[in-house]
């Protein structure tokens, strides 16, 4: 129903303000080594992963050159208990910041665990000088897509009418 054929969904921010009424409610710590496998079993958990070899191949082939970047771009959300519940990172493609592998355990509220991990990621693009942002949903997670489209984000639509077509009963979809 939600997917309408769409596999991925980029999405374009085109500044980083935060929302007037954005507050983080949640606490975050950055990536320390070894924290491979904490974010392959969020991997996992979220169903992006099918097991831990799989996990641990996109890892290495995401981040293999620039591991010593992570601790100041890669993040992990935490619950009361201080246990890791997802992750996200700050990343770059050429000079456009993005945000990258936002992964969450799907037992949490999708739209407020969404929403304050891209809501931190912003911030964290424009403390590391970003102007602007864009992230890619893979799957149907119309949850996380309204928390995106909340804070700001929007469709970047690169197709043709077929895709803006699309797009447009997507949102109208999530408007009712």
Request: aromatic share 14%; hydrophobic share 45%; proline share 4%.
């Amino acid at each position: 129903m939600f997917n309408q054929g769409l596999y991925a969904m980029t999405l374009f921010r085109p500044d980083l303000c935060l929302p007037e009424d954005w507050v983080s409610r949640a606490q975050f710590r950055f990536y320390t080594p070894g924290d491979e496998a904490v974010w392959a079993r969020l991997g996992i958990e979220s169903g992006l992963f099918e097991n831990n070899a799989q996990a641990e191949s996109a890892f290495d082939h995401s981040f293999w050159m620039d591991r010593p970047l992570l601790n100041r771009r890669m993040v992990f959300m935490l619950d009361e208990a201080h246990r890791e519940i997802a992750t996200m990172t700050a990343w770059f493609d050429g000079g456009q910041g993005t945000l990258q592998w936002l992964m969450a355990n799907p037992s949490l509220p999708v739209h407020e665990t969404h929403y304050q991990l891209a809501g931190y990621g912003l911030g964290l693009l424009g403390r590391l000088e970003y102007q602007d942002a864009c992230l890619t949903l893979c799957g149907d997670n119309a949850q996380a897509l309204r928390a995106y489209l909340y804070l700001g984000f929007r469709p970047l639509l690169g197709g043709g009418a077929e895709e803006r077509e699309k797009w447009a009963r997507l949102l109208d979809q999530l408007a009712n």
